[in-house]
């Protein structure tokens, strides 16, 4: 059977199938798909708009974010420096690599202490509901320590895989 690979040269069937890290995303997107409808709906058909619907598919697009993010951290599909290895010796792409993993553990581990701090000083409401910012926060630093363990432990696999597996992409993490 002719496996078809993809740019990263992983076979494309398993590259495309969807695992337990993308559902939090793709759960907060069909939400928000719902919520805009409904402000479309309500704004342009019944004249008469939810005043909720737009301060909630503003949240919701926050935790699409921050949850595709922790997707994109496990497939190692993050913007990168894909474009100066192809220039640059073999030789020199692991260093590069673990300083890129490096860099970006250490801004989702501060990124996430931030949020945890912001969570935890918050006291407001959201204006149209009764919910508390305070839970958006949490969820963003949950999201932000998920994305700093998954980068640490990218990092260890790169720094105790052999260099001549180096020049290949990443293998995904399906733990």
Same mark, same amino acid.
């Given at each position: 059977?002719?496996?078809?690979?993809?740019?990263?040269?992983?076979?494309?069937?398993?590259?495309?199938?969807?695992?337990?890290?993308?559902?939090?995303?793709?759960?907060?997107?069909?939400?928000?798909?719902?919520?805009?409808?409904?402000?479309?709906?309500?704004?342009?058909?019944?004249?008469?708009?939810?005043?909720?619907?737009?301060?909630?598919?503003?949240?919701?697009?926050?935790?699409?974010?921050?949850?595709?993010?922790?997707?994109?951290?496990?497939?190692?599909?993050?913007?990168?420096?894909?474009?100066?290895?192809?220039?640059?010796?073999?030789?020199?792409?692991?260093?590069?690599?673990?300083?890129?993993?490096?860099?970006?553990?250490?801004? %989702?581990? &501060?990124?996430? @202490? *931030?949020?945890?701090?912001? $969570?935890?000083? =918050?006291?407001?409401? +959201?204006? !149209?509901?009764?919910?508390?910012?305070?839970?958006? %926060?949490? &969820?963003?630093? @949950? *999201?932000?320590?998920?994305? $700093?363990?998954? =980068?640490?432990?990218? +990092?260890? !696999?790169?720094?105790?895989?052999?260099?001549?597996?180096?020049?290949?992409?990443?293998?995904?993490?399906?733990?």
């Amino acid at each position: 059977m002719n496996n078809v690979k993809n740019m990263h040269g992983l076979d494309a069937k398993k590259a495309e199938a969807i695992h337990w890290y993308d559902w939090p995303a793709l759960l907060l997107l069909a939400i928000l798909a719902v919520v805009v409808f409904a402000q479309f709906f309500t704004r342009y058909v019944l004249n008469d708009s939810w005043a909720w619907t737009e301060e909630v598919s503003r949240y919701l697009l926050i935790g699409v974010v921050f949850s595709g993010c922790l997707s994109v951290v496990f497939r190692r599909e993050h913007i990168r420096l894909e474009a100066v290895e192809s220039w640059v010796d073999t030789k020199n792409i692991k260093p590069m690599r673990l300083f890129s993993g490096s860099v970006s553990t250490l801004y %989702y581990g &501060f990124l996430a @202490i *931030a949020a945890f701090l912001l $969570a935890s000083e =918050s006291t407001q409401d +959201l204006v !149209s509901l009764a919910l508390p910012k305070a839970a958006i %926060y949490a &969820f963003i630093s @949950i *999201a932000l320590m998920a994305c $700093a363990w998954v =980068s640490l432990r990218n +990092l260890i !696999s790169t720094v105790t895989k052999p260099a001549r597996h180096q020049s290949d992409q990443s293998e995904l993490n399906h733990d």
